[in-house]
Antibody, heavy 125, light 105 residues
Framework: EVQLLESGGGLVQPGGSLRLSCAASGFTFGNYAMSWVRQVPGKGLEWVSAISASGGHTHYADSVEGGFTISRDNSKNTLHLQMDSLRAEDTAIYYC??????????????????WGRGTLVTVSS | DIVLTQSPATLSLSPGDRATLSCRASQNIINYLAWYQQKPGQAPRLLIYDASNRATGIPARFSGSGSGTDFTLTISSLEAEDFAVYYCQQRRFWLTFGGGTKVEI
């Protein structure tokens, strides 16, 4: 059974940093691209960042480009999101999500076949 | 960016009813559309990918159709556990989500 378990969320002040992690199990982690998707509570979904299976290609939404860094450790089946210079508008539930393939291309892109339960990030003073 | 517009925003139905949800894209996305279901406090769950393919374990009462710019998710006979929010997502160019349709009792 595929399982994705996020951790690392919490309360942080504007301008601060936070590092999210996602522990994966139930599949060969190193064979699949992974993403982070966020959701303001009660609102819609927004893709944040993606990384290819090998870790060689990364992509970011314009809203987080330059502030967030995605990475993965295939030896530990773990995905990370380093979030720096956080702003109030980054407050959201952050989900780790698995793609059905290895690459993350602009066209065609990808969908998500499995999701974690999410971790809440609150940016507030 | 490709914009996805879902309608209606809210659909009020009863168990046993047929639900028809719409997703319209701002440009041709061929068949690169997925549908997800999200219940309160839970992560989204993939229902349909590439417009009409049911994901593993998804009941046959869920079906997807459409191509180009107009897509439909149909739930043939609503069961109690189907009352949730449904999102569409395109992957024609990068990826974007629609705003969601809430199916309520």
């Amino acid at each position: 059974e595929v399982q994705l378990l996020e951790s690392g969320g919490g309360l942080v002040q504007p301008g601060g940093s936070l590092r999210l992690s996602c522990a994966a199990s139930g599949f060969t982690f190193g064979n699949y691209a992974m993403s982070w998707v966020r959701q303001v509570p009660g609102k819609g979904l927004e893709w944040v960042s993606a990384i290819s299976a090998s870790g060689g290609h990364t992509h970011y939404a314009d809203s987080v480009e330059g502030g967030f860094t995605i990475s993965r450790d295939n030896s530990k089946n773990t995905l990370h999101l380093q979030m720096d210079s956080l702003r109030a508008e980054d407050t959201a539930i952050y989900y780790c999500a698995k793609a059905p393939g290895a690459e993350v291309l602009a066209t065609p892109g990808w969908h998500f076949d499995f999701w974690g339960r999410g971790t809440l990030v609150t940016v507030s003073s | 960016d490709i914009v996805l517009t879902q309608s209606p925003a809210t659909l009020s139905l009863s168990p046993g009813d047929r639900a028809t949800l719409s997703c319209r894209a701002s440009q041709n996305i061929i068949n690169y559309l997925a549908w997800y279901q999200q219940k309160p406090g839970q992560a989204p769950r993939l229902l349909i990918y590439d417009a009409s393919n049911r994901a593993t374990g998804i009941p046959a009462r869920f079906s997807g159709s459409g191509s180009g710019t107009d897509f439909t998710l149909t739930i043939s006979s609503l069961e109690a556990e189907d009352f949730a929010v449904y999102y569409c997502q395109q992957r024609r160019f990068w990826l974007t989500f629609g705003g969601g349709t809430k199916v309520e009792i």
